[in-house]
């Protein structure tokens, strides 16, 4: 390979993002096998239902599931430069995750956490958050996903999600956000298993 050609591998391979993408081990597992694909949170909602012996839609109409039901139609996977923000989510199960056995706590103890006025009883929301922590750790172990994302890909994606934003090159968004990122959503359809550079089970 000649010296020009060379330099020039080297500066396209350079153009990476490093990004983190918590999460749990059955989400790595389906990502090995079918690639980046969305949480589904209908699914998600529907298996704890049935885990825990409650009505079917119960978990999945809850009011405290109205976030992730708004994101069924959510077809993007979110990234992160920020490593211990990717920890944070991979500890809680994502939030479709949390939102599910959040509903599933309340439709299950209902009256052991709330009183006559719709409040907490006391303690009753650090045991709310115990049990969804427990329950996480027991079904849902946490994992990271390190990616390594081209430059290339990263534009395609901001095309996507917005069109009419302006182009920049590599170094002149690395100026511009002084090399943090912060959180970004890549299109699931543009990432690859091939970008996976390393799944911490945690």
């Known amino acids: 390979m ?3 050609l060379l330099e020039a591998w080297r500066k396209v391979a350079a153009q990476t993002l490093l990004l983190y993408h918590g999460t749990t081990q059955v989400a790595v597992e389906a990502i090995q096998s079918h690639g980046f694909v969305p949480t589904d949170p209908e699914s998600v909602a529907h298996v704890i239902e049935g885990r825990y012996g409650l009505p079917y839609d119960s978990v999945w109409l809850y009011k405290y599931n109205e976030f992730s039901r708004g994101r069924t139609s959510d077809s993007n996977v979110y990234l992160t430069d920020d490593r211990q923000q990717a920890l944070r989510y991979a500890q809680i199960g ?3 995750v ?3 056995l959040n509903s599933a706590i309340h439709l299950l103890k209902w009256d052991e956490l709330v009183d006559e006025e719709g409040d907490y009883r006391p303690g009753a929301s650090d045991d709310r958050k115990r049990w969804i ?3 996480t750790r027991k079904h849902y172990r946490p994992a990271l996903i390190t990616v390594d994302l081209p430059w ?3 534009v395609a994606s901001q095309k996507v999600n917005r069109p009419r934003g302006k ?4 170094e002149e968004y ?3 956000t002084r090399g943090s990122i912060g959180t970004v959503m890549i299109p699931s359809h543009l990432l690859e298993s ?3 550079k390393r799944v911490e089970f945690l």
Do not use: K, N, R
């Open 167 to 170: 182009d920049f090159s590599y």
């Open 194 to 196: 091939s970008m996976i």
């Open 98 to 100: 949390f939102d599910a």
């Open 133 to 135: 922590e427990d329950e």
């Open 174 to 176: 690395m100026d511009l």
């Open 152 to 154: 290339e890909t990263f």
């Open 2 to 4: 000649g010296t020009h």
């Open 94 to 96: 994502s939030e479709v």
